[in-house]
């Protein structure tokens, strides 16, 4: 009995070391779920707060924090240092102060994307004399240049320069950004000749050429580079000035992204307000120059803080295991594929079980005979280890729900364009106040707020109820609902274009206020997708790459609009510009809107099938060490053990 039991703790030490088939008795989603839904809208790093995970071994309950602090249990913890780099004196580096400074920048960059990107449509149709289609697609690209290089901000910190470094230059490079920008709508030459009738089928505008255009998109691409580089590290910079293993400062952090997450509603609410109506009635220079001014204090501040930060030094990005995966696979396709997986380099010591999906990948870890040198076998550009290997293949299986996520912000995107412009031609009147048409963006971020607050108070308790289950909604589960919120916003917003434009042909006009519906259930939607979105990927990213976890969800939204921009190119080549035309009163904008609807739906659709095969990554987990407890017991009894 005695060998027995030393070889099942052996065995149950060795599991938990693996950190994956550890006996799971309860998820502790419910904290987890109000962390991220008291976070939403961080779109950067903020892999460090993996989920809480209770794990009873051998009758002793553990609570385990995994996520990416889980290496310093396991010795490979990250060195902090101060700006000399030295080891960090915690009672003059980090903390609230450092944090404070850093929550500046963020409170900047939302400043100047939010007041651009919510009101720019009306400066491309307005003042460039652009179609209404290109002026959408305009803005569309530039959102979705901006998430996409999030990425590539998120690679240049994890990879070389750090996240300090990296935040100081591209806030500098987004501050450049907004000030050619300032630039562009301030000088005459940079902009055609005033015209009254732009929105005519027939009108003698002259649009923008391509001197002034190649102004406005540098601009544009510029701020676009800045930000993305923001985006992706600012909130792990933050957290960075909190030591976990300090409880008293483990708590201060968790403050830290609720106040992080009041910091981009801020600025998110004073862009779609004041910022907005300082460029529709005091001047697009003036506007974009307050944003300037604010992205250069924001800069300045960042520097101001240098000496009271601590700093990680960058430990390598996980997308460079992905490429070498990736390129070993390629390289050594010709080779044959092994006739049992022990003969994978690895095998025996790998932290992930081997799956027979995607066996072409296994192939970069076949060890052959230039490999096998003792000089190359330990070089992972050579040949990679089974881990690494199962790490991509889990990362491939994230894919098929990814497709899934981009319809939502394709129709998310219409908020910051056709519906922009469905206001322009309605009743914006309160009095004799006119609301500019960008600042009823408004809606949408109470909206978000309301369903984030409601969230754990109300929706999750009743889910709890209906299902027996301690998450309420699953993550997946969440961005079905998201996805019905989208169908739901798309039919609204057709009807009530469809009724705008028949009172107007009518020589009426309806109240703007009855865009408030499509606001509400995309912002609703919002509430549901981006948090499940985020806790999907974050929970079923392998765990060496939770990093990669908010480069999954930026690269949806960021395709979301590419996809808008496509969608918008196909109906204008297909409907010869009949559908989406400057003047909404002659186009067919509730068209557009029911074929996203439409779209949105067979998404769904398709969804609900890629949901029902996906397996997660814990009930995989928990599946395999009840296979190997059942493999145990049956051992014990057939050598006649009590």
Sequence with gaps: MLDVFSATEARTKLITANSFAAKLVLYNTSSYSHFLSAHLLITTRISIFSPLVLLKLNNCDTMVLAGEYVDKREGNSEIVVDYRGNPVDKSRTGGWLAAGLILGTEFAERVCVMGISMNLVTY????????????????????????????FGGFVADAKLGRYLTVAIFASVAAMGVALLTLATSLPSMRPPPCTNFRAQENNCIQ????????????????????GGIKSNVSGFGSDQFDPSDPKEEKAMIFFFNRFYFCISIGSLLAVTVLVYVQDHVGRGWGYGISAATMMIGVFVLLAGTRFYRYKSPQGSPLTIVWRVL???FKKRNLLHPTQPN??????????????????????????????KDENRYNPWIVSTLTEVEEVKMVLKLFPIWSTCIMFWTVYSQMTT?????????????????IPAGSFSVFLFISILLCTSLNERLFVPIARRLTHNVQGLTSLQRV????????????????????????????VKLSAFWLVPQYFFVGAGEGFAYVGQLEFFIREAP???????????LSTLAMGFFVSSLLVSIVDETTHDKWLMSNLNKGRLDDFYWLLAGLVALNFLIFLLFAKKHQYKVQHYVEELANEEKELQSWEKGNGVA
């Excluded at 066996?359 to 060890?367: E, P």
């Excluded at 056709?418 to 006119?434: C, H, L, N, P, W």
């Excluded at 079905?480 to 020589?507: C, T, W």
């Design 327 to 329: 390129f070993l696979a």
């Design 343 to 372: 003969m994978l380099n690895g095998f025996h010591t790998s932290k992930i079980p081997y799956t027979p999906i995607f066996r072409c990948l296994d192939k970069a870890a076949i060890i052959d005979d230039f490999a096998a």
């Design 208 to 227: 923008a050429n391509g001197k002034q255009l190649a102004m406005l998109y540098a601009a544009l691409y510029t701020l676009a580079l800045g930000g």
């Design 124 to 151: 491309l149709i307005g003042y460039m004399h652009l179609s209404s289609s290109k002026s959408a697609t305009i803005v569309t690209n530039f959102m979705g240049t901006l998430n996409l290089l999030g990425l």
């Design 543 to 553: 765990e060496k790459m939770k990093s990669m976890s908010t480069g999954f969800f």
């Design 480 to 507: 079905g609902v998201g996805l019905v919120s989208a169908m739901l916003a798309m039919i609204a917003a057709a009807i009530v274009e469809k009724q705008r434009r028949d009172k107007a042909l009518d020589g």
């Design 418 to 434: 056709f519906t922009i412009e469905q206001a322009e031609f309605m009743d914006r009147k309160i009095g004799s106040f006119v």
